[in-house]
Nanobody
Framework: QVQLVESGGGLVQAGGSLRLSCAAS????????MGWFRQAPGKEREFVAA????????YYADSVKGRFTISRDSAKNTVLLQMNSLKPEDTAVYSC?????????????????WGQGTQVTVSS
């Protein structure tokens, strides 16, 4: 069983930055993808970004491309999401997830374990 714990959320003004971390522990997959999703009140969960653990290939939603950067720290079993130029519409609960496959998918159902989420609020 994989455990995922997010941290780094908070309140920031529009145009500001935040960095989210997702620490993984427990069972690890030989091939895996780590993803970030977000869910705003009254909306469905939305794909944000993903990274292939081995090789580092990344993929982003169009809404965050050029503003967010996903990366991994293999030594710490941690995935980071650097969020710059934040907008009020980025406000949501952000969750990380792991997929036991080397292929990136943007659908939540394709992921096998989830963290509890961290709140990001961007004020205008």
């Amino acid at each position: 069983q994989v455990q995922l714990v997010e941290s780094g959320g908070g309140l920031v003004q529009a145009g500001g930055s935040l960095r989210l971390s997702c620490a993984a522990s427990g069972r690890t997959f030989s091939s895996s993808v780590m993803g970030w999703f977000r869910q705003a009140p009254g909306k469905e969960r939305e794909f944000v970004a993903a990274i292939r653990w081995y090789g580092g290939y990344t993929y982003y939603a169009d809404s965050v491309k050029g503003r967010f950067t996903i990366s991994r720290d293999s030594a710490k079993n941690t995935v980071l999401l650097q969020m710059n130029s934040l907008k009020p519409e980025d406000t949501a609960v952000y969750s990380c997830a792991v997929r036991a496959s080397n292929y990136i998918t943007t659908t939540p159902e394709g992921y096998d374990a989830w963290g509890q989420g961290t709140q990001v609020t961007v004020s205008s």
